[in-house]
């Protein structure tokens, strides 16, 4: 199985990626509902034509995706999940984590526990959950 989130905005959803870029590397690649081509429909009137209609990271095999919320109905508050991220180690979970909770809120800051040299938990500027951890070293545990 492979999962993969797709996340939605209300409206700052291009703003967020090219954030996560910032933080995490890899290709962005962004739609909006000015490129659909004539034809295939139309954005929704609610909707300003460079609302973000498929945003895509993407880094090796992992992808993470999302979009402006098309209805104008969506708070801007995601609950019940949060995006998981692994580090290779304690260094780049921390550089991740801080990056993150730049504007954001920190729920468990990040330290050692016993199933991670570094986990930590946050919501980002977005309003995006995050856990944040570091992979336990080989045979470590």
Not at 12 to 36: H, K, P, S
Not at 71 to 95: E, H, I, L, P, T
């Amino acid at each position: 199985m492979d999962f993969r989130p797709y996340l939605a905005f209300a409206g700052n959803c291009r703003e967020a990626f090219t954030r996560y870029q910032q933080i995490f590397g890899g290709e962005l690649n962004v739609l909006t509902f000015a490129d659909m081509p004539d034809g295939e429909g139309q954005a929704p009137p609610s909707r300003p034509a460079d609302a973000v209609m498929h945003a895509a990271l993407t880094a090796g095999d992992a992808v993470l995706m999302g979009a402006d919320d098309p209805s104008g109905q969506f708070s801007g508050s995601v609950n019940g999940m949060c995006v998981n991220y692994a580090g290779a180690d304690a260094g780049d979970a921390k550089r991740v984590f801080d990056a993150l909770t730049e504007g954001g809120e920190v729920q468990m800051p990040i330290s050692e526990t016993f199933f991670s040299p570094a986990f930590g938990m946050c919501r980002d500027r977005f309003g995006i959950p995050w856990m944040v951890m570091a992979e336990m070293p080989a045979g470590a545990g």
